[in-house]
């Protein structure tokens, strides 16, 4: 049983630092590619990083520069640094990985919000 669990999310000023947590059980991370997504209110879902098993990142965009997608093989945990954040960043945040034969899993969200 694949299961995502997500965590860190919170309210930050603009210009904030915020950083994501995403434990998983079921599943070894090292040889998965994982990503997180966001959702803001009446959008969407939306790709923001990925991390694949050889440890390449890819960003959109808009978090380009600003974000970090890292993963500790150890614990099993992927992250997502996210520091100079900004209003339109608020969203609900999702881990996911997409296993071949199952399809997407996704955690159950952590709500960030940006706002002063």
């Known amino acids: 049983q694949v299961q995502l669990v997500e965590s860190g999310g919170g309210l930050v000023q603009p210009g904030g630092s915020l950083r994501l947590s995403c434990i998983a059980s079921?599943?070894?991370?090292?040889?998965?590619?994982m990503a997180w997504y966001r959702q803001a209110p009446g959008k969407q879902r939306e790709w923001v990083a990925s991390?694949?098993?050889?440890?390449?990142?890819m960003y959109d965009d808009s978090v380009k520069g600003r974000f970090t997608i890292s993963r500790d093989n150890a614990e099993n945990t992927v992250y997502l640094q996210m520091n100079s954040l900004k209003p339109e960043d608020t969203a609900i945040y999702y881990c996911?990985?997409?296993?071949?034969?199952?399809?997407?899993?996704w955690g159950q969200g952590t709500q960030v919000t940006v706002s002063s």
């Open positions: 991390i694949d098993r050889l440890g390449r990142t």
């Open positions: 079921g599943i070894s991370i090292r040889i998965y590619t």
């Open positions: 996911n990985t997409y296993l071949s034969g199952s399809g997407n899993y």
